[in-house]
């Protein structure tokens, strides 16, 4: 994967889901320093990251976090990974650590499960904005 940002920590997600939409603009609008890029887990970016770290189909409805050449956190650790990175107050997320992984992760499937029944669906990926293009690959 040498074509990614190497100083970029890359968000996959899914681009159909208006969930994941108003999470990534939240994330957008909370990354000051700018270390996010983006990437839709349908699009052939997203497989081939998917097949390179050989995360299998059953993660890929969930939100992966990757630190090229690192790291990668998909569910719960990837949200609470994410909302430590804005800094300030956001680090009080990392007390949701002491919860234990398998009982966050299980809510957070209920909640990936039925995010298209809560919050609807797309007919296809966001077009991002020209100022906001540069967070896409």
Same mark, same amino acid.
């Given at each position: 994967m040498?074509?990614?940002?190497?100083?970029?920590k890359i =968000?996959?997600?899914?681009? !159909?889901?208006?969930?994941?939409d108003?999470? !990534?603009?939240? $994330?957008?609008?909370?990354?000051?320093?700018?270390?996010?890029?983006? !990437?839709?887990?349908? +699009?052939?970016?997203g /497989? +081939? $990251?998917?097949k390179?770290?050989? /995360?299998?189909?059953s993660?890929m409805?969930?939100i992966i976090?990757?630190?090229p050449r690192t790291?990668?956190?998909?569910? +719960? +650790?990837?949200? =609470?990974? #994410?909302?430590?990175s804005?800094?300030?107050?956001?680090?009080? =997320?990392?007390?949701?650590? =002491?919860v234990p #992984?398998? /009982?966050?992760?299980? #809510?957070?499937?209920?909640?990936a499960?039925?995010?298209y029944?809560w919050?609807?669906?797309?007919e296809?990926?966001? #077009?991002?904005?020209?100022?906001?293009?540069?967070?896409?690959?």
């Amino acid at each position: 994967m040498e074509n990614l940002p190497k100083d970029k920590k890359i =968000i996959l997600f899914d681009g !159909v889901c208006n969930l994941c939409d108003s999470a !990534v603009q939240f $994330i957008i609008k909370h990354d000051k320093n700018d270390i996010f890029r983006f !990437v839709a887990l349908q +699009s052939e970016l997203g /497989i +081939s $990251i998917c097949k390179h770290l050989g /995360i299998g189909f059953s993660k890929m409805d969930s939100i992966i976090l990757y630190h090229p050449r690192t790291a990668y956190f998909y569910k +719960s +650790s990837a949200a =609470i990974e #994410i909302a430590k990175s804005f800094g300030g107050f956001w680090k009080l =997320i990392l007390i949701f650590r =002491i919860v234990p #992984i398998f /009982i966050s992760d299980k #809510i957070y499937d209920y909640i990936a499960k039925n995010r298209y029944n809560w919050y609807g669906k797309k007919e296809s990926c966001m #077009i991002p904005t020209p100022e906001l293009k540069a967070k896409f690959l």
